[in-house]
């Protein structure tokens, strides 16, 4: 099956500074890369995705990479600020057994963000 | 709009007893998920549903889980003789549609499970 691999597990960043975390996935069929924040005590909440046929996608503060060929994805935030901080995960779409795409997630390991004011 | 909802938010049980957690999808939404998270670890798949049915049940540890959705939209999640392996939060998420490729899935708030 799919496999999602993510680092850094912890990154630590002064506000104002760049985050970059990223993911590389094993399943070269994936088609979908979501990328989703998580807070203390909440559920994952999406903040941005991008399919297999854009390379890029931005979206105010927030950018993610695609690059297909090497099987691996990207978030950049820029301009950090502290509530920024939280738990980041990068996903990806798996196949079922078909071979229909249906939206499974593989999830990574998690990144924790921290931005120091 | 009223976003994906869990009930209980917190649930703790003894070591065999039988647990059930619940779902409130985003109306309209005919995909109906469940993950579940262990402490500091991604989401992991357990089922996902197109309408009632259960179109993938692959990520069901044993037995002892099982998830109904009767009307297509509310679901329960339910564990039988619970471990305290089974203790982590337990995520649902449903997105419009789940066929034909790429389709954004929101999570609910979670279910904590504590077996003891």
């Known amino acids: 099956g799919e496999n999602v691999e993510q680092h850094p597990s912890t990154l630590s960043v002064q506000e104002g500074d760049s985050a970059v975390i990223k993911c590389t996935y094993s399943?070269?069929?994936?088609?979908?890369f979501p990328w989703y924040k998580q807070e203390l005590g909440k559920g994952p909440q999406l903040i941005i995705d991008i399919r297999s046929n854009v390379g890029e996608k931005k979206d105010q503060r927030i950018a993610v990479t695609l690059n297909k060929t090497a099987k691996h994805f990207s978030l950049h935030i820029t301009e950090t600020q502290p509530e920024d901080s939280a738990v980041y995960f990068c996903a990806a779409n798996l196949l079922n057994r078909g071979g229909t795409s249906y939206g499974k997630l593989t999830f990574g390991q998690g990144t924790i963000l921290t931005v120091h004011p | 709009g009223a976003g994906v909802s869990q009930t209980p938010s917190n649930k703790v049980t003894e070591k065999g007893k039988y647990v059930e957690l619940r779902c409130d999808p985003i109306s309209g939404h005919t995909a109906l998920y469940w993950y579940r998270q262990s402490l500091g670890q991604g989401p992991e798949f357990l089922i996902y549903?197109?309408?009632?049915?259960?179109?993938?049940d692959s990520g069901l540890p044993n037995d002892r889980f099982f998830a109904v959705r009767p009307e297509g939209s509310v679901s329960t999640l339910k564990i039988q003789r619970t471990e305290r392996g089974d203790s982590a939060v337990y995520l649902c998420?449903?997105?419009?549609?789940?066929?034909?490729?790429?389709?954004?899935?929101?999570f609910g708030p979670g279910t904590r499970l504590t077996v003891t």
């Open positions: 549903f197109q309408g009632t049915g259960a179109a993938d």
């Open positions: 998420a449903s997105s419009l549609t789940g066929s034909g490729g790429a389709h954004e899935q929101y």
């Open positions: 399943d070269s069929a994936s088609n979908y």
